[in-house]
């Protein structure tokens, strides 16, 4: 009898468990399950949620959980609030996750809040040493920059011009973590700059453009596949149709087209190549893009075109450009700040309005009176900055000008001392020895080192 009542009982604890995991299992976790997967891998970001497995068994155990023992086991109505529950913890759950990765690797382009300092460069030298002989010796230093300091925002554009050799593309190299530093910082965002330990942050928020858009592009790849690189490398997409939908809606910014993604290099013109690598550097979802030449090699409408759709996506993302050039129609066309650099330092920093209205540097003055303008009476192209630049191996003591300065304010004194800088009025600065004739010494503000 007893044995009887036993087995009874432990039939019934039996169905009661097989109830309880049937009710459990197939009405409430896998329902929950089910809708949870659905909600992790809706959209294109799931891809960056790594053991997405984990996230849906927490939220269906839970929902499951909570589901059964709210309304005591009871079929349908457990289920209901099973699936209600898993479609609030996976959506809490993905949030969480998403807002915990890098920054940088939410891969939809961003908008930037406009104005905010991106760039800090403190001081900045960067020197080449140079080598030769049987034993490698140092024989020399090639002082290619030789203390810079430059600020950069978001949503502008800081035109840098100089004569070739200036050291404008090795400034842009210090920024890339190209070239290693011999003095002074760069700051992305906080972030000291170094090329010992470049973070893959730094290298998806500063991208560049070169001049010559053919030797930037792998002849071999296709479009999509140049594109498809950062993405993969730097933002670990894998998926091909991720990477396809991705790249399509990049080369639309560019303004390029669906038949384009199965092309190679050669099949572009310039222009067209130039875009597909402004597409490359907006894949990775930059903040500072260095541009540097990235329209000389381009016919004059072709380069116009370049400029407004640059000048369209910083309108649009509140990207900060550092734009590289000899060409002071572009700088005038693009650029909200312009730098004036000769041979490795700033020589006069301002507003485009300031430098191109009210130019106080007797190198800027002459920069822009060599300007190369139509003149059908004239046979003749004058330049006014006479003589080469001096090597930077060896530059000239004093300001490194003043074997080439014709101004009136030029003195013994330049071939000696320092150039110092001045304020000449908010925001408008000059590196040199004396001050410009045409401004009286009381409008300028002399500024300590
Ligand atoms: N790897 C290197 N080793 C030694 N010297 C170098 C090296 N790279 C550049 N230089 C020298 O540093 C100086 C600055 O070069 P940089 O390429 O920065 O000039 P740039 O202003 O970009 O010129 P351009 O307008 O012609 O592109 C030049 O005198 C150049 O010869
Ligand atoms: S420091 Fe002297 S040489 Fe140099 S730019 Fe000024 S005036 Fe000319
Ligand atoms: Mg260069």
Redesign the pocket.
Known sequence: MILQIELIIDFLISVILVQFLFQFLLTTFVPAYILSFFIINWDDRSQLLKKTYLINLTSAILSALIGNLLTFFTLGTSMILALFFSFIFSLILKTIYLKRLPLGQIRELSKLEKGKILLEINDLKVY?P?VGGLLKRQFGT?K??DGVSLNIKTGETLGLV????????????AILGL?PIEDGEINFKEINVDKDDYSKFLRQKIQIVFQDPDASLNPRLKVVDIISEPLKNLLGITKKRELRKHVLKLLEEVSLKKEHLDRYPHEFSGGQKQRIIIARALACNPELIIL??PTSALDVSVQAQILNLLKDLQRTYGYGFLF?T?NLAVVNHIADQVAV?YL?RIVELGTKKQIFANPAHPYTQALLKSRIKVDPTSKDIKFVIDGEVP??IAPPPGCHFNPRCVSDARTKECEFDAPHQMKIEEGHYIWCVNPPKEISSNELTMIEE
């Open positions: 080449y140079l090639v290619a920059v100089g004569e070739s050799g200036c050291g404008k593309s090795t400034l842009a190299k070239v540097d030449e590289i000899h650099m490795g090597s930077p």
